[in-house]
């Protein structure tokens, strides 16, 4: 213990001498210093941590990866979407039902925008959303076990891309469609699409203590495809606003056909409003099937509830609710700053960024100034919701974060740049080279009412000679830039899992308190655990074998099996005995057709093996958990298919 | 006199802190524990650092084949030790009471000091013995069995006071708030007996 002391008394120490060193180098590289300082600013030496959690969506991965910054170590990759064999995810029979759609099975997603929830526009670290783009889905994770707890699917969605971003104080997480598509589906022409084609944008609550998913209502809007979008909050809390392109309504060669217009929309939604209508029983319910994936941290299991029915808004039922803002060349991301009160429309197709006034837009919405309508919703007058517009000089812009000290800082994929700019006075302030072609940035709480502006990340869509090269395919990039002083200042550069798309920060001391370290045992409700070794029994019920396996160090009780027959169907549930951090056990069976098991101290997982063969087959721990673990193994004897073996089993002989 | 044995009933009374807080602790830390494993010797039992700590032990001393930390029911002393303490630090207030009346002499505080150190010294005696047994009556079975250079079996007994390496562990082996407070009362009834010679010595 005094050791123990003493050591932190170190790492206090060492503290102390980082942070003085920080601010040394940040007043050398103001003054144009070596690069030396910046190795110090992300090098965070062994043994100590870092000072942000950063989440990177997965893109195409369908995953969640946790990174530290500033030194861009990755910690974890979350299984969100799609199977995932390190852990079992999507094969073990418990999480199966996480990936359980209306399409039936789906392994796979392509995750785009995490948002870390908020109380009061601030982060709150309770849980992180995320969307899956291909078949429309937001999941929530826990920020305490860091595992996906729960997936909702969304219907009448598709491309589920202006997602999934959450309200100020997460009353909902928002959903919108990035295609527009029949509303019902139903059979006809392609070429129809005009007039025909809705895009639905879906309001989902998320309960306050639990966090559980439930779709409120969906906004079926014009056929336009809904990008991006970001909440109001502090004086615009109670209003949501979606960037849009396609608003020519093109079903064929979108990169030309929707790009015709000089001006789409950005969509401005007063939720509060709809909320009301739809409590005062508003709304039209419709037949809908769509799937609710929950998982239960005391069964370790997840259950999929199929729904039948959405409820829907027709925006012009709701007078006062809906307003399109018109906003230059196709606008790409809508971002909001911290106050609420500028919406930053991101002309991808632009020079320029256009920024709303939310003050201007409620004066012009008083005054009734709107420039004709579109499917019956009223248009904003441009130059009335105007505030500004920053010319940047860039070309392309996307993204727009935010660092709290009045600056915001916008990436250009086209111009392969980050811009720092000013917010009232749309000045640049300086720009800095990415490498190559910045999609989104991410400054911890940047899109909150809270930034945390010391550094920014920038995550790049192309890689080339960053690295040591790995074949045509090479794993994206993404660089960390200290935006501390008047100037940014290129840090690091460092590989990132997947096709990070969005990522959200957070400070380390919001979420490495409340950690979890390990599952209670005496709190494991699955009901094929065993909370002690003696427990250990296998079961036959007709074809299906049921083994009722503990670990603990360094062995499995049983680990001798016998009387199983070819053709039978062996359920091996495992639970791990362990009540110590970090001691978790793997399990893998010979021939089995999918994927090994890696259980946490108190967990129960569940594995599926179907003997093909007669023989005496073997399993071991996967997981290297002790100085024993080339001892941790087991057989199991199977005889043919008409054998009148009985069931055995034992550990040591007993 | 009277201010000695009002030291005197308090020396007694901070023996009773031992109910509340640990007499003794020992802390086990090694490369792969930087949150060191910990256990709190009470006088009715003994506790982890930690709610699985004592678990935690146990599964490591498996592989050198120790047995499991007792439970408050399997030895004597459990039960045996808070009779003590507790009778101890009753005749103490009452010694103290009565000295504070002019009923007893300085003398019985110096008595009541001495019986409480043959206790405690008893006490360690019998913690070092159970210990020892702890340390090298192991499992034949056991599934590392390590020898000293001298090829003598290799003894896993914690150090009484202070820090001894066990194999890749460091354990640390000091008295708790119980066992100070416990240090504490003993003093207050020395100093009592000191007070208690003195003021007879200038009223006579």
């Known amino acids: 213990m005094i050791k123990y002391k003493f050591q932190l008394g170190s790492l206090f120490i060492a503290l102390m001498l980082l942070t003085s060193c920080g601010n040394n180098n940040g007043q050398k590289g103001s003054s144009g210093a070596l690069n030396s300082s910046a190795a110090e600013k992300v090098y965070v030496a062994p043994g100590e941590q870092d000072e942000f959690y950063a989440f990177m969506s997965g893109g195409y991965s369908g995953n969640l990866t946790v990174y530290g910054l500033p030194s861009g170590r990755m910690f974890k990759e979350i299984p969100v979407f799609s199977q995932f064999p390190t852990s079992g995810y999507g094969y073990s029979e418990e999480t199966k039902p996480m990936l359980q759609t209306s399409h039936g099975f789906v392994p796979w997603d392509d995750s785009h925008h995490p948002d870390i929830s908020q109380t009061n526009g601030e982060l709150d670290g309770r849980w992180i959303f995320i969307n899956g783009n291909n078949t429309p889905r937001i999941a929530r994770i826990s920020l305490t076990t860091f595992e996906t707890e729960e997936i909702i699917e969304v219907p009448n969605s598709a491309g589920n891309h202006s997602s999934s971003f959450v309200t100020e104080n997460t009353e909902y997480v928002v959903a919108g469609t990035r295609f527009s598509v029949p509303i019902p589906q139903r059979d006809m022409p392609i070429n129809e699409y005009k007039g025909n084609f809705k895009g639905s944008l879906s309001f989902i609550s998320v309960d306050p203590e639990h966090g559980h998913m439930d779709i409120k209502f969906q906004i079926i809007m014009p056929g336009f495809n809904y990008d991006l979008s970001h909440p109001g909050r502090g004086k615009s809390h109670g209003w949501f606003f979606f960037t849009t392109y396609n608003t020519e309504e093109a079903s064929t060669l979108q990169e030309v056909n929707a790009s015709q217009n000089d001006k789409d929309f950005i969509a401005a939604i007063n939720w509060k409003k709809i909320e009301a209508y739809v409590n005062n029983g508003g709304g039209t319910k419709m037949p809908a099937n769509y799937a609710h994936n929950v998982y239960d941290e005391g069964t370790h299991t997840a259950t999929t509830t199929m729904k039948k029915e959405v409820l829907t808004v027709n925006p012009l039922d709701v007078p006062g609710a809906v307003y399109f803002l018109p906003t230059p060349k196709s606008p790409h991301g809508c971002d909001v700053d911290p106050s609420g009160q500028y919406i930053i429309g991101n002309g991808k197709l632009s020079a320029d960024l256009t920024v709303h006034s939310f003050d201007r837009m409620i004066e012009a919405i008083e005054g009734k100034k709107f420039d004709g309508e579109a499917y019956g919703i009223p248009i904003l007058k441009f130059e009335d919701v105007l505030a500004g517009t920053v010319k940047s000089g860039g070309l392309g812009p996307l993204h727009t974060e935010f660092d709290g000290k009045g600056n915001a800082y916008t990436t250009f994929f086209i111009s392969s740049e980050v811009v720092k700019w000013k917010l009232g006075t749309w000045e640049v302030i300086d720009r800095k080279p990415t490498y190559y072609s910045v999609g989104h940035l991410m400054i911890p709480g940047g899109n909150s009412a809270k930034p945390f502006g010391k550094y920014v990340v920038a995550l790049n869509k192309i890689t080339k000679d960053r690295y040591l090269p790995t074949g045509p395919e090479m794993e994206h990039s993404a660089q960390i830039y200290d935006i501390s002083g008047e100037k940014m200042e290129l840090l690091y550069d460092f590989p990132t899992h997947g096709e990070p798309h969005y990522a959200a920060g957070c400070p380390a001391s919001l979420l490495a308190p409340k950690s979890k370290k390990l599952y209670r045992l005496d709190e494991n409700k699955h009901p094929y655990a065993v909370t002690s070794p003696d427990q250990a029994k296998v079961v036959r019920n007709g074809k299906e074998v049921h083994v009722y396996m503990s670990t603990i160090r360094s062995h499995f009780t049983p680990d001798n099996i016998e009387g199983v027959k070819v053709g039978d169907k062996v359920y091996f549930h495992i639970t791990n005995q362990e009540q110590d951090f970090d001691v978790p056990h793997g399990f893998a069976m010979i021939g089995q057709n999918t994927s090994e098991l890696l259980i946490m101290p108190g967990q129960t997982k569940t594995s599926v093996w179907e003997p093909k063969q007669v023989g005496v087959w073997p399993f071991y721990c996967t997981d290297f958990c002790s100085a024993l673990h080339q001892e941790m193994q087991g057989y199991v004897r199977v005889s043919p298919a008409n054998s009148d073996l009985e069931l055995s089993w034992s550990l040591g002989g007993d | ?204």
């Open chain 2, 1 to 204: 006199m009277k201010k000695a044995s009002i030291l005197m009933i308090l020396g007694a009374l901070l023996l009773m802190g031992l109910f509340q807080f640990p007499l003794w602790n020992i802390m086990l830390g090694a490369p792969q524990y930087p949150e060191p494993l910990g256990m709190n010797i009470y006088i009715d039992g003994i506790q982890g650092m930690n709610e699985f700590d004592i678990q935690n032990i146990d599964g490591l001393n498996h592989y050198i084949g120790m047995k499991t930390i007792p439970k408050a029911i399997d030895m004597w002393e459990f039960e045996v030790f808070p009779i003590v303490i507790a009778s101890m630090s009753i005749i103490g207030v009452i010694i103290g009471l009565f000295g504070y009346f002019g009923k007893v002499s300085h003398h019985w505080f110096l008595g009541w000091l001495l019986v409480i150190t043959i206790l405690g010294v008893l006490g360690m005696y019998d913690f070092n013995a159970w210990m020892i047994d702890y340390g090298t009556n192991l499992d034949p079975n056991a599934i590392m069995k390590l020898q000293n250079p001298d090829g003598t079996a290799m003894s896993y007994k914690p150090p009484l006071l202070g820090h001894q390496k066990l194999l890749n562990f460091d354990a640390y082996s000091y008295p708790r708030l119980g066992g100070y407070l416990m240090g504490a009362g003993m003093f207050l009834t020395f100093i009592a007996y000191f007070l208690g010679k003195k003021s007879k010595t200038i009223n006579t």
